[in-house]
């Protein structure tokens, strides 16, 4: 019997444990369930680097950093501002929404990691390098012109090639030192990538990834078929030269754009990612097995929900999103890396340090519209389902201005503080109509003010509903919800929260947040409202 008591307390603590910090069970699709777009990977030792697509955010290109493929954080970034241009400034009128920079590339080569990437935005292309990928620092090459979706690659003949395109895929050699285009070396590469999808394409093979495996190379590309999904197409050749034979490789759930990546132990998966709506482009893994020199990706052609083989996600709290409960301590970074200013800040706007344990963000313009606001600090929103809170004091908001919590795209929602002929009112904007509407506004008698948003993604419902508290307990409904969207025209990413404060009328004041709390779940007791 009391073996029995002693076997039933270890097991009993064994499924708490698992329970509680969730690493029972095998590794589950989609590996984040955030927005991670256009994913490129390498490995070097037993550690995976990762970089993805944040456009008009800064700082840009995340690169991120696991030791098992499924659980990752986020590391560094490769450039703090992209330019010092009026787009990306949000100054003048102008800005870089859905644009900035787009799909990256990460290679390693002689002990470097490099970085390539390109701007519509500016018309260059860029290529990053450092010796230690996790502190910097990073050197800058830039050239003319903007080669689209363009992929580094270093051949082990010693030459080493760009190749871009959107269909009609071209390559490059490149200088030695990476400066630019080896003059003469241009040339077509694969004149109709699409061409194993079919003749009827909505979306040329674009994407490129190159691959060298066993001495054979092998070229990934997303495409899509009209009335179809996306997919992955891979040419394969024995010379870069060509020629290239391509099959379609991947034509499920709409997951496709990425590349190979093996373990240590020898087993490959290729990661890819998939649009899920309002959350934005969440990356997966998907199995891959070699025949007849060819890889095969799936499991009988399918994408797997269950990932055998693979430790399960410990949630993406704190190291994709975390909450900040801005205290500094010395040496601790100014903003944890989880954080990104929409466009380019104003660095004499915004501080940690001004009033000790609060984020100040002031005003220094006027500004008509919030999208056109600068200075808007964000982070992504992730599913299933999350919400994101925070505490303001509003004290010293002028007439006319407005700071709050939003959820940031296109179609964004708003719950904030205004001030309006000297009084104080809680309200909440909704964008969905491309048209900013307050639905609700209630007076507010004190400084301090509690919000929240919440965001359910689950089966693709994207409905974020907004809330206000005047002690942090009693949690009261504003507005309406919000039917969130995944816009492609200007922002093309998912949404995210964003504390914000901009002014209409009076530049000079300043919103104090206290802190900024994210969960995994959304467990809001809606009360009938206060009388305030």
Known sequence: MKYKIIFLAILGFIVLFSCTNKISGPAQNPIIHADVPDLSMIRVGDNYYMSSTTMHMAPGVPIMKSNDLVN???INYAY??????????LINGKTSYGRGSWASCIRYHNSKYYVSTFSSTTGKTYIFS???IEKGPWERITFRPSLHDNNLFFDDNGKIYMIWGNGRLMITELKEDLSGLQEGTERVLIENASAPAGNRIMLSAEGSQLFKVNGKYYLFDITWPRGGMRTVIIHRADNINGP?????ALQDK??????LIDTPEGNWFAYLFRDYGSVGRIPYLVPVKWEDDWPVLGIAGKVPDILEGLPASKGLIPDIVASDEFDRKKGDPVLPLVWQWNHNPDNNLWSVSERKGFLRLKTGRIDSLFAKSRNTLTQRTFGP???GSTLIDVSNLEDDDFAGLCVLQRKFGQVGVKIQDGEKYIFMVS???DTPTELESVLLSQNNIYLKIECDFRDRVDVANFFYSLDGKTWNALGGPLEMEYTLMEHFMGYRFGLFNYATKNPGGFADFDWFRITDSISVEITGKLDI
Request: with cysteine; net charge negative; glycine share 12%.
């Open 244 to 248: 290239w034979e391509g099959r379609v």
């Open 431 to 433: 964008n969905k109509t």
């Open 80 to 89: 703090d501002t992209l330019a010092n241009i009026d787009a990306l400034n």
């Open 130 to 132: 450092t010796e230690d």
């Open 385 to 387: 389902e999350c919400s």
């Open 254 to 259: 709409g997951v496709a754009q990425g590349g």
């Open 72 to 74: 990752w954080k986020i």
